[in-house]
């Protein structure tokens, strides 16, 4: 691959900063483009361009792409369905305003690549699982409108016919990505890294719903493969792809295998269990044929391995 500029927004976060850190061991030039409202300026490397700003502020994007950069990285963005109910309009102008002003520079600066990571939220409550990229969208969280309006407003500025430079659209329709840097404190976060900090701090676990709800868990390695992998590939051109490992676990299950993986027992640690929240899909799990055909993806991470990269991370910071 030659070497390129590439702005990647959110680069500060969870995944953001791990796709960062690849890119720039791949010889890339970067800027970030980050609020810091979750992500932290020590994830950012000192050779990094790094402009602390926000993407629903046109003056900030403007900054970004003071040099043109030869592809965009969309990540940044509100990632909880939760407060998408107790603050929509942030919701609103994290995720579809602030993709809009990227998209926006991305024309007027004749970008011609940009990535964008969407959600497996976009689906809403699924006939079937594994499900495909074809299931129909019917998000049912403020969360998952904003990101479906958001791939959508990108990959209709990417088949526009009138644009000088057309530009190349990927989105990934992302499912429950964990690892390293994930927050080991924010109920809004990723559960996993939520359970694993319970446990190394000897907290009781909460869990809302039943515990039978079942999700597709990542690890952060595969994922970022999976982007910089796509970057000069022409056949991930104008399509969505699901990102997930492609099997499911329910939240009982993934609850004791931690437990067991931190030498504790399943059984007699305190758990408690509270309310269904709003939004919630019942059932998630990836199909990852269409991605593992056009670029040769497949995933390296089962869970267990995953899990204990994670947990050994995590014990450094809890």
């Known amino acids: 691959m030659a070497k390129k500029h590439i702005l990647v927004t959110g680069g500060a976060g969870f995944i953001g900063s791990h796709m960062v850190d690849r890119l720039l061991k791949d010889g890339h030039n970067i800027t970030v483009l980050d609020n810091l409202s979750t992500g932290s300026k020590n994830n950012i490397p000192k050779n990094v361009n790094f402009i602390k700003g926000d993407t629903s502020n046109p003056k900030d994007v403007e900054k970004a792409f003071e040099k043109k950069p030869d592809v965009v990285f969309q990540i940044a963005g509100c990632a909880s369905t939760i407060t998408s109910f107790s603050n929509p309009l942030s919701d609103i102008y994290a995720n579809f305003i602030g993709t809009v002003n990227i998209v926006k520079k991305c024309v007027e600066a004749n970008v011609d690549r940009f990535l964008y990571a969407s959600s497996m939220t976009t689906y809403g409550h699924v006939k079937e699982i594994p499900v495909k990229e074809t299931h129909p969208c019917v998000p049912i969280s403020y969360y998952g409108i904003t990101k479906y309006a958001a791939e959508r407003f990108v990959h209709a500025t990417g088949i526009r016919p009138d644009l000088k430079t057309k530009l190349n659209v990927t989105s990934f329709r992302m499912f429950n990505v964990y690892g390293p840097r994930q927050s080991l404190t924010n109920p809004y976060q990723g559960v996993m890294a939520i359970f694993i900090g319970n446990v190394l701090r000897h907290e009781p676990i909460k869990i809302f719903g039943d515990g ?3 999700r597709d868990f990542v690890y952060i390695e595969d ?92 014990k450094t910071v809890k």
């Open 212 to 214: 039978k709800q079942s």
């Open 223 to 314: 994922v970022v493969n999976a982007w910089i992998g796509s970057i000069d590939k022409e056949k991930t051109f104008g399509q969505v792809y699901n990102l997930g490992f492609g099997k499911d676990r329910s939240i009982i299950e993934l609850t004791n295998t931690i437990m067991e993986t931190l030498g504790n027992d399943p059984k007699k640690y305190k758990m408690s269990f509270h309310k269904e929240r709003p939004g919630d899909q019942r059932h998630m799990q990836a199909s990852i044929t269409k991605l593992g055909n056009d670029l040769g993806w497949k995933p390296k991470y089962d869970l267990q391995k995953g899990l204990e990269k994670t947990i050994e991370w995590a």
